[in-house]
């Protein structure tokens, strides 16, 4: 796999020692739930392989890099929605994306190594407590853009409400504005609402720029 650039996300639940004693059982099966629900929303290229190494604590791989980005959006939209609708509390969670080859991948990802494993790794280590997002590559000035664009979107995540976050999900997973309606039984104008206070023009210009950058 030395060849091949793959993308590897290291994330975690964000400020998890506020985690109340008797969620701390329930999150591993809400971040299975949610990453479920996004592998069932994108193409079979794009899909995650994911293992959750703690109660709190995950790895995932995508051999699409170019996609994982918009994945890694939808899976924490998708977890903030879920784990307020099931634990009536809001949590967040906090995703090092690293792009590049994966020399010694295992098919137990928690036995793997390589550059992207450890870009993953180191980048959820150095993340200050209020970031939601790092995406490091092999280039130093490419990593210095997405830093300040992470920036700006970790503000965008943090300010997301439950809905709005329900409601860019779909969106990220191709639904349009009307068929979002449906799904969430609430009327056209609604969405437009929500996801015009998530951000969403801002969200996809940074998916945009992410995949121009990366191809």
Request: charged share 25%; glycine share 6%.
């Amino acid at each position: 796999m030395t060849g091949k650039r793959y993308a590897v996300i290291a994330g975690e639940i964000a400020e998890s020692r506020k985690t109340a004693r008797d969620h701390l059982g329930r999150i591993p099966d809400i971040i299975r739930k949610a990453f479920t629900e996004v592998n069932q929303h994108i193409d079979p290229g794009n899909r995650f392989d994911f293992e959750i190494i703690r109660m709190d604590e995950f790895l995932c791989l995508s051999a699409n890099p170019g996609h994982a980005l918009k994945s890694a959006l939808m899976l924490a939209s998708c977890f903030r929605n879920r784990s307020y609708k099931e634990l009536n509390e809001r949590y967040e969670l906090r995703l090092s994306i690293g792009i590049g080859p994966a020399e010694l991948y295992k098919e137990q990802l928690r036995e793997s190594d390589g550059t992207v494993f450890r870009y993953a790794d180191d980048g959820l280590r150095s993340m200050r407590r209020n970031q939601r997002l790092l995406i490091t590559t092999p280039d130093a000035s490419l990593n210095d853009e997405f830093m300040v664009a992470c920036g700006f979107m970790d503000i965008l995540i943090h300010d997301w409400s439950d809905d709005q976050a329900e409601a860019l999900f779909l969106s990220l997973a191709g639904k349009n504005q009307v068929q979002i309606s449906e799904l969430l039984h609430i009327s056209q104008p609604a969405v437009n609402r929500r996801l015009k206070a998530a951000h969403q023009e801002a969200v996809e210009k940074f998916l945009a720029r992410y995949h121009t950058q990366l191809t």
